[in-house]
């Protein structure tokens, strides 16, 4: 029967025993800033009012969870720790800092009391682990040790590095120091201190027998502390079920779990705006492959429990299916990573899919590499991986919106799942892919692309890992390696390349050929885009970069000798006296012709002309306006919304707005400084008459029918 109660640490560390942490609970996390100093901080709070006299002063740490352990007869008490291990073991280290600090200042008698409770008596030591109280998880043992055996006065630079080496360090340093800061009351000081620590300090112990069911109070007070990721807690959830000897479970946690206490899945990875520790994300993306159900990141031990209980799967085997689909995404995980050389066809896919900053493609890699699939062959899984990536990188160069595409997987990993005799994985995708037609779905055809590229400022509206990608690919297409016939050694060399303008931002310098305004505005956007881009494999300085065109210091000689990669080779022959604006649309062509070929779709597929039309005017910007002739610069803008009638903008020939005597970007920038703050529609919120009858959206309209 269940037995709770209030306690103290002399309570539970006097007797006899042996708190065991499990070795599938996570390692010990507590750090200064967050659990070290604050505790140090309330210890001595609770010291200062039982100096006042308060004998009814304690202070509360938490509870802990505890269930005993069958016991031979004439040996150590033996308890797991289901919760609250990370204060039982700083209590331990705390302790023991405290009574090393004793020893030293030869207060024998005060050390005494405070040894009972961190070692057991000689008596009952089978092993020489049996001397600890507490013995944490088998990864934080040897810190654990090292610290709690050291002997006064202790050296910590010279014991072994480790989380609870430190923690040792900052108790033993801190209770020296308060020794220290009035050595005339030391004794006194002391003895409060040991008193507020061993019996003063509070925590409510829940004590359950051998035969109950742990994990279920485990759940429950699993979010206090440090939080627990989803690995963590399905980790306790797998390993509390695990039927077999100690033996047994060790071996299982080594062979199929311990590999997650690494750093590379301890890391955090960013899956849209949140960061996970990457155990955790891979685990939700492994459970939506195996379920083929959306799977909401905060859910996923919940999921992982209905799964279990859904499909009565037996630990074991559920555990070395999880290894085994850990061990590949690892695999393509670091392959992706490699810098040099050429790339698997699937470590390729998740290298260029980073740079996209996507992860909603992974579930569908874990299904693909699953036994299951076996049966699917390697140049079917490529062919599969051709048209994923063309639909994922055509959607992010026409900026397509993203918010919903991770259901849109789930449903095509759903229709491969269900694929009959006959069917290859990769047409079914085709044939899903192209039959989409709303915003989050379609794929973009070679006329949207092209329209797209040939006009946005690449350089600015692309994030430059995603714009670094995208030129990546067109060196290594033009090196042979999109056809399979190479004429080069290696691919470019990944991730390191700077991108170069041809002609310079501050082409104004070198290059001013007495544009008009109108002239010039037009300039400062085409020299963003793509066809003036260039990959060089080290910066130019900065005198170089804004050059003239010729000389034996011009920009096309700096280009020359900085490097030899073929996508600047038709910058650099060209022998015109000027790298013109005329040379950069032609090179736009030439590029944009490439990104086509290099990630196609399938003949004759087209995006629906209404649905382009649509999305084309959610792209305009007001310097779009300028070019076609709709708005002039100049033109002054008018706050249609009563509260702010009189306020007025005016639009510059850059096409960001003049308010106040600041410029602003996007017309809802601007906006928002009037209404101050929130959000704001800036396109309907302006008017470009005096009247008020017609706005920046009714002529962003008029702009996007006559393009499509």
Excluded: C
């Excluded at 055809?445 to 600015?460: G, M, N, T």
């Excluded at 505005?521 to 005198?543: K, P």
């Excluded at 600041?662 to 601007?670: H, K, R």
């Amino acid at each position: 029967m269940m037995l709770t109660q209030v306690t103290s640490p002399q309570k539970i560390f006097f007797a006899p025993q042996r708190l065991v942490v499990p070795l599938f609970q996570r390692p010990y996390v507590w750090s200064k800033d967050n659990q070290w100093e604050p505790l140090w901080d309330d210890v001595l709070r609770l010291v200062e009012m039982m100096a006042d006299g308060d004998q009814r002063a304690t202070h509360f740490l938490g509870a802990v969870v505890l269930q005993s352990q069958e016991a031979v007869a004439g040996t150590l008490a033996v308890y797991t720790v289901i919760d609250g291990q990370q204060r039982l073991t700083t209590l331990q280290i705390f302790l023991d800092a405290l009574h090393a600090q004793l020893e030293e200042a030869g207060l024998s008698a005060l050390a005494g009391q405070v040894l009972a409770l961190v070692e057991n008596p000689e008596a009952f030591r089978a092993q020489p682990e049996d001397r600890f109280k507490v013995w944490p998880t088998n990864r934080d043992r040897p810190a654990f040790s090292a610290a709690m055996s050291a002997e006064a006065p202790v050296n910590h630079g010279k014991l072994i590095a480790g989380r609870l080496v430190d923690a040792h360090a900052f108790f033993y340093d801190a209770v020296r120091s308060w020794f220290d800061a009035e050595p005339q009351e030391r004794d006194a000081r002391a003895a409060l201190l040991v008193q507020a620590v061993t019996s003063r300090l509070q925590l409510v112990s829940i004590e359950l027998q051998s035969h109950e069911d742990a994990q279920e109070i485990f759940e429950t007070l699993n979010a206090r502390g440090t939080p627990l990721t989803a690995a963590d807690l399905i980790k306790n959830f797998i390993f509390q079920r695990f039927e077999g000897d100690a033996i047994a479970t060790e071996r299982a946690y080594q062979e199929n779990w311990s590999e997650f206490e690494t750093p590379f899945w301890e890391s955090e990875v960013r899956a849209g705006r949140i960061r996970y520790a990457r155990s955790s994300l891979f685990l939700t993306q492994w459970l939506t492959a195996r379920t083929l159900r959306e799977i909401p990141a905060r859910e996923v031990f919940l999921q992982f429990k209905r799964y279990v209980a859904d499909t009565k799967a037996d630990v074991l085997p559920l555990l070395r299916s999880i290894g085994v689909a850990a061990a590949k995404y690892r695999a393509f995980t670091e392959g992706a990573a490699v810098s040099d050389g050429l790339l698997s066809r699937i470590d390729r896919f998740v290298y260029r899919l980073d740079k996209l900053d996507s992860e909603i493609a992974k579930p569908l890699l874990i299904w693909l590499a699953e036994p299951e699939q076996a049966d699917i062959d390697e140049p079917t899984r490529h062919e599969l991986l051709e048209v994923l990536e063309s639909w994922f990188v055509r959607r992010a160069l026409v900026r397509a919106p993203s918010q919903g595409t991770n259901r849109l997987m789930l449903d095509l990993l759903v229709q491969l799942s269900r694929r009959e005799p006959g069917q290859t994985v990769a047409a079914i995708a085709v044939d899903f892919l192209t039959s989409q037609t709303s915003p989050v779905g379609y794929w973009p055809d070679d006329a949207e692309v092209r329209r797209e590229l040939q006009s946005v400022e690449a350089y600015k509206r692309f994030r430059r890992g995603r714009l670094l990608m995208v030129l990546e690919a067109i060196e290594d297409d033009q090196r042979g390696f999109t056809s399979g016939n190479p004429r080069s050694i290696s691919p470019i060399t990944r991730g390191v390349s700077t991108i170069e303008h041809v002609m310079p931002q501050e082409w104004r310098a070198n290059w001013n050929d007495g544009l008009d305004l109108a002239q010039e505005a037009s300039r400062d956007r085409l020299i963003h885009t793509i066809g003036n881009l260039t990959l060089v494999t080290g910066s130019l300085n900065a005198q170089l970069s804004n050059a003239a065109w010729l000389g034996e210091n011009g920009k096309r000689d700096a280009l020359r000798r900085s490097d030899t990669l073929l996508l600047g080779r038709d910058v650099v022959d060209v022998q015109d006296e000027t790298w013109s604006d005329a040379h950069i649309e032609k090179r736009s062509g030439r590029l944009i012709d490439a990104i086509l070929a290099i990630w196609p779709v399938p003949d004759g597929h087209a995006s629906s002309t209404a649905l382009s039309a649509a999305r084309a005017q959610y792209k305009v910007e007001v310097a779009d306006l300028i070019r076609a002739g709709l708005v002039a610069p100049g033109t002054v803008l008018h706050a249609k919304p009563v509260a702010h009638r009189g306020r007025t903008a005016i639009v510059n020939a850059d096409g960001s707005l003049l308010l106040d005597g600041a410029s602003y970007t996007t017309v809802s920038g601007a906006a928002r400084k009037i209404q101050g703050g929130g959000t704001v529609a800036g396109w309907n919120f302006w008017a470009v008459d005096l009247a008020l009858s017609r706005t920046l959206a009714d002529v962003r309209a008029t702009y996007a029918g006559s393009t499509n």
